[in-house]
């Protein structure tokens, strides 16, 4: 199985949450691997630290081509920077890297850029890619002020385009949020995908930390009541 990890929004940890899914279902003796479809912000060597980081934290090696099929130097939304240097992203080679990496590893998670909307070339956007690529999604709830509306319409938003949410993962970005376990508990009753895990506060975020956090045991429940 293979899953899709998007956020609420930018900075919501995804490529933290994605790198302890791996350690998670490493730890089970599984054979895992990271992808980043689209990264944009890459350095003159074509190196994108959020890549970098999901392939430190597979097990299995693959290509760099593989791994991260679109890469761009512009830190700003992929498609504006794909049209920067004149290039239009294509699902398909996306979903063939997919299909390699699928070949090669028990488990592929695969981290979005930005959220669940945003925009991968002239028409198609994540949600798109997600729906193309057939993948159940675990959302990443980036815990402080203004996330209910976020992650509330981020789940609204998947059920409309007809996405499956495989469960969630609530992960405190600040420090300082106030009332955190009562919100937490106002999006458990509103959202009916499982709550994976609550990932504290990391002054330093350790992916090897922040599994510790997650239960695995959720999502092959609610795959065996589907």
């Known amino acids: 199985m293979s899953y899709f990890v998007t956020g609420t929004d930018t900075g919501a940890g995804k490529t933290l949450i994605s790198c302890a899914l791996l350690h998670a279902f490493a730890v089970q003796g599984k054979r895992v691997i ?15 630290e959020d890549v970098v980081r999901l392939r430190a934290a597979s097990n299995v090696i693959a290509g760099k081509g593989q791994v991260n099929p679109y890469c761009f130097p512009r830190p700003v939304a992929p498609h504006l920077a794909a049209r920067f240097v004149g290039v239009s992203i294509n699902f398909s080679r996306i979903v063939e890297s997919l299909s390699e990496l699928n070949g090669m590893a028990d488990e592929v998670i695969v981290e979005g850029a930005g959220g669940l909307l945003v925009p991968l070339n002239e028409e198609q956007d994540s949600a798109d890619l997600m729906e193309e690529m057939g993948l159940p999604v675990i959302l990443v709830v980036g815990m402080r002020l203004g996330c209910l509306n976020h992650a509330l319409l981020t789940v609204d ?9 495989a469960g969630w993962v609530a992960n405190e970005v600040d420090a300082d949020m106030s009332m955190l376990d009562e919100n937490v508990a106002a999006l458990r009753q509103r959202i009916a995908a499982p709550l994976l895990g609550i990932v504290p506060y990391l002054a330093q975020p350790d992916a090897l930390e922040a599994a510790k956090y997650l239960d695995l045991s959720l999502l092959e429940q609610a795959e065996a009541h589907d």
């Open 34 to 48: 990271g992808m980043k479809p689209v990264a944009a912000g890459c350095d003159e060597d074509d190196q994108h």
């Open 157 to 165: 938003a998947m059920k409309w385009r007809g996405l499956k949410l």
